[in-house]
C-alpha cells in the first residue's frame, strides 16, 4: 500500500492489523479465524462501548475481535472493513456474502451515529465561503476515491502473499433501498453514499449556489474596484513647511490698531477725550458747601424761586406721634383700602435705581424726595400742576444715596448719605448743600440721629465702623471712630425712646449698641441677635415704642423680635415668607414701619400683579397696594408720618405714589 504505513501484532490465536491511510483517514483490521466472522470499524466512544463480534465472545474464547480505538473521520465519511477467512480449496460463492444478521447490526450502529454526524457536517460547512465550497468538495472526493482505492490495492497485494487468507477491502456504504429516487436527484455525490438523503441534497445545493456566485465573477469586480480606488487616492506627501522669511510679518494685524495709514506712515496722536467712568468710581465733588442748582430747570426761573420759597415757609411739623393713640386695624385697613395710584402720581424722578426714599411731614403740601444710584436727590412736589413742572433734580453726590431723611428739627432741611463718604444737608432757606460730614477712607452705609434735634448723628461704614458726628462743631470730621465687631454695616437705626440705644444690621448679624459705653479700639455690642442664615438687608425699630424688631433677609424670611428689654436677649416672635431675592438689577427690599402704626410694616413685593405689601407683626398681611399704574417692583417705600401717602421708589428712578 503506497503511502500508508502497516503494523501487524500477534495475540495467542488473533492477528491484529493496523493501517493509516493518507488525510487522517485510520482503519483497524483484525484477522479472524476460518470459523468466525468479524467485523473492524471506526468508531466512536458509544459504539465501543456497544459493539461485539457476530459470534458470542463467551463461546470462542479463542476468536479475535477488533480494537475499537477511535479514528478520524473526514466529512462524516468512515471507512469499516469486512474480513471474511476463507480457503480456496474449500470455496463457494456464498461464502463471500456478509451475513443479515450482521449487517442489520451494522446498519443500527450507523443510524446512532448519523445524527452526531449531522451536526458536525452542518457546523463544518457553515463558515466555508463559496468560492471554497466547490474546490473542498472535489478535494473530498478525490481523497476518498484514492484512500479507497490504497485500500484495495493493499488488500490486493495480502491476497497474493497468502494462500490460505484473504483480506477483501470494500468501503461500507449506504444500502440501495433508503432511496433509490434520491440517488437520481444526486447525481455527482455518488462518493457521499454513506450521507443520509438531505445532507446529500444540501451539498447539492451548496454546490450550486457556489457554482452560481463563481460566474458572477464578484472575487474579479472586487480587485478592479479597488484598483480603481487605489488610482483615485493621492500619493501620500509629508508636507513642507514653508521657510519664514526674517522680514516677513507673523500675522496680519489691523492698521489702525497699530496707528498707520495704508501707506505704513504713522498717524498723528489723536486728542484725548474726557474718560467717563462709572457712577461707584466717579472722583468725589469738592469739599464745602455746593449750590442748590436744578439740573432740569434753570435756576433763575420764576418757577424754582417759587418752589425754593414754598420749602422755606413750611412750618415746623413734628413727626412724632406719641400723644395720638393707636388706630385699630379695623380703621387702619378702612383708611389703607382708600388708598389710590393714578397717572398723575406716577413720575421719574432721577436717573438710575432708586436707593432712599422721604416723604416731608408737610400737612398741607406733599412733597417727595428720592436719591438715586447715580448721586442724584430728587424732589418732587405733586400739588404742582402739571407734574413735571414739580420736579427738581439735584446733583449733590457722586455716588449712590443710600440714606435720605428730612430733619426732625426743621423740615426745610434734608439730609443725604452717599457712598462716596459725604453726608450732606440741604437747606432751602439758602438754597445750599451743607457738607455736615467727609470721610475719603471709608464708605459710608447709614445714618440716624442720635438727639431729637438732629444735632449728632451715628454712621455706619461699609467696612464695619462707626463715627459719631456732631453737626455744632466745626470742621466736616467725626467727633468718634468706632470699630465693631461687624465686618461690614448696612443699616443703622437708633432707638425712638431711649436714644442712647441704636442697631446695627450686618451680614449676617444683628447687633445692639449703647452710644454711652462706645470703645473707640473694638466695640462688644449688648446683644446678638445670630438667627439669620443668610445676608441681611435692613432692621429697624418699631416708630413709636421701639418694642418691635423687623429684620430683611436673603434667605425669603421676615423676622419680627420682641426688643421691649434691651438688657436680655430679644425673642423672636414671628417669621414671615416673603420673596426677597430682586436679582442683580433690582434694589434689596427693605422693610419699614408705617410711621402712624406701631404694629404694622411695608415691603416691596416680586409678586405679580406688581405690589406693596403691609404685614401686621403677627405675621398676617393687612393691605396689598395694587393698581394698573404700578406695573414695576417697588423696592425703597415709606409712608408718611401723619398722612394715609405711601411712596414707592423702583430701580429705573420712578416714583409712584398711593394717596386718598
Same mark, same amino acid.
Given at each position: ?527 446678638? #441677635?445670630?438667627?439669620?442664615?443668610? @445676608?441681611?438687608? &435692613?432692621?429697624? $425699630?418699631?416708630? =413709636? +415704642?421701639?418694642? /418691635?424688631?423687623? *429684620? ?5 424670611? #421676615?423676622?419680627?423680635?420682641?426688643? @421691649?428689654?434691651? &438688657?436680655?436677649? $430679644?425673642?423672636? =416672635? +414671628?417669621?414671615? /415668607?416673603?420673596? *426677597? ?80
Amino acid at each position: 500500500m503506497s503511502g500508508s504505513r502497516a503494523a501487524a501484532e500477534k495475540a495467542g490465536s488473533r492477528q491484529r492489523l493496523q493501517v493509516k491511510v493518507r488525510n487522517g483517514l485510520s482503519l483497524s483490521v483484525v484477522l479472524l479465524p476460518q470459523s468466525s466472522w468479524g467485523i473492524c470499524r471506526a468508531q466512536t466512544k458509544e459504539d465501543r462501548k456497544t459493539w461485539h463480534p457476530v459470534n458470542e465472545y463467551k463461546e470462542n474464547q479463542n476468536v479475535a475481535y477488533a480494537s475499537l480505538r477511535p479514528v478520524q473521520t473526514f466529512l462524516g465519511k468512515t471507512a469499516q472493513v469486512y474480513l471474511v477467512p476463507f480457503s480456496l480449496s474449500n470455496y463457494k460463492p456464498d461464502q463471500l456474502k456478509c451475513p443479515e444478521s450482521l449487517l442489520d447490526k451494522n446498519s443500527n450502529n450507523e443510524v446512532a451515529c448519523k445524527k452526531c454526524k449531522k451536526a458536525e457536517v452542518k457546523e463544518t460547512c457553515r463558515g466555508i465561503l463559496t468560492p471554497k465550497m466547490e474546490a473542498t468538495s472535489s478535494k473530498a472526493e478525490s481523497t476518498l476515491q484514492k484512500s479507497s482505492s490504497d485500500v484495495h490495492t493493499e488488500s490486493n497485494k495480502r491476497q497474493y502473499k497468502s494462500t490460505s487468507d484473504t483480506v477483501i477491502l470494500s468501503a461500507d456504504t449506504e444500502s440501495s433501498q433508503d432511496g433509490d429516487s434520491d440517488e437520481d436527484t444526486t447525481s455527482g455525490l455518488d462518493d457521499f453514499s454513506g450521507l443520509s438523503p438531505y445532507e446529500r441534497k444540501r451539498l447539492k445545493n451548496i454546490s450550486e449556489n457556489a457554482n452560481f456566485f463563481a460566474s458572477l465573477h464578484l472575487s474579479e469586480s472586487a480587485a478592479r474596484l479597488r484598483e480603481i480606488v487605489k488610482k483615485r487616492q493621492p500619493t501620500e506627501s509629508k508636507r513642507k513647511k514653508p521657510k519664514k522669511k526674517e522680514n516677513e510679518t507673523g500675522c496680519r494685524r489691523s492698521m489702525r490698531l497699530l496707528k498707520v495709514d495704508p501707506s505704513g506712515v504713522p498717524l498723528p496722536a489723536a486728542p484725548s477725550q474726557p474718560i467717563v467712568v462709572a457712577d461707584e468710581s466717579q472722583p468725589l465733588l469738592p469739599p464745602g458747601p455746593l449750590e442748590m442748582t436744578p439740573e432740569n430747570q434753570d435756576d433763575n426761573s420764576e418757577p424754582f424761586k417759587g418752589f425754593l420759597q414754598t420749602w422755606a415757609e413750611l412750618s415746623k411739623t413734628s413727626s412724632k406721634n406719641r400723644g395720638k393713640e393707636l388706630s385699630s386695624i379695623k380703621s387702619y385697613k378702612a383708611n389703607l383700602n382708600g388708598m389710590f395710584i393714578s397717572e398723575d402720581t406716577v413720575c421719574k424722578v432721577t436717573r438710575g435705581s432708586i436707593f432712599s426714599v422721604a416723604l416731608h411731614p408737610s400737612e398741607v403740601r406733599t412733597l417727595v424726595a428720592a436719591g438715586a444710584k447715580s448721586g442724584q436727590v430728587g424732589l418732587w412736589d405733586l400739588t404742582h400742576q402739571p407734574k413735571e413742572d414739580g420736579i427738581y433734580i439735584f446733583q449733590p453726590h457722586s455716588q449712590p444715596v443710600s440714606c435720605l431723611y428730612f430733619s426732625p428739627a426743621n423740615p426745610a432741611h434734608i439730609l443725604s448719605l452717599s457712598y462716596d463718604g459725604t453726608v450732606r444737608c440741604g437747606d432751602f432757606s439758602r438754597a445750599v448743600f451743607e457738607e455736615v460730614y467727609r470721610n475719603e477712607e471709608s464708605s459710608l452705609s447709614s445714618f440716624d440721629f442720635l438727639a431729637e434735634d438732629a444735632s449728632t448723628l451715628i454712621v455706619g461704614h461699609w467696612d464695619g465702623s462707626m463715627s459719631l458726628v456732631d453737626r455744632r462743631t466745626t470742621g466736616t470730621s467725626y467727633e468718634k471712630l468706632i470699630n465693631s465687631s461687624l465686618s461690614k454695616i448696612r443699616t443703622v437705626h437708633v432707638h425712638p425712646v431711649h436714644r442712647q440705644y441704636f442697631i446695627t444690621a450686618g451680614l449676617r448679624d444683628v447687633h445692639i449698641y449703647d452710644a454711652r459705653c462706645l470703645n473707640p479700639s473694638r466695640s462688644q455690642p449688648l446683644i446678638s #441677635l445670630t438667627e439669620h442664615t443668610k @445676608s441681611l438687608a &435692613s432692621a429697624y $425699630f418699631s416708630p =413709636l +415704642t421701639g418694642n /418691635r424688631l423687623v *429684620t430683611t433677609c436673603a434667605d425669603c424670611k #421676615l423676622r419680627i423680635f420682641d426688643s @421691649s428689654c434691651i &438688657s436680655s436677649q $430679644f425673642p423672636l =416672635l +414671628t417669621t414671615i /415668607r416673603h420673596n *426677597t431675592i430682586t436679582g442683580r438689577w433690582l434694589t434689596r427690599f427693605q422693610a419699614v414701619w408705617d410711621p402712624k402704626q406701631e404694629d404694622c410694616f411695608i415691603v416691596g413685593s416680586m409678586a405679580y400683579p406688581r405690589r406693596v405689601e403691609i404685614f401686621h407683626e403677627t405675621g398676617k398681611q393687612v393691605h396689598s397696594f395694587l393698581g394698573e399704574c404700578l406695573a414695576s417692583v417697588c423696592s425703597i417705600n415709606a409712608m408718611h408720618p401723619t398722612r394715609y401717602i405711601l411712596a414707592g421708589g423702583n430701580s429705573s428712578g420712578r416714583m409712584h405714589v398711593f394717596m386718598n
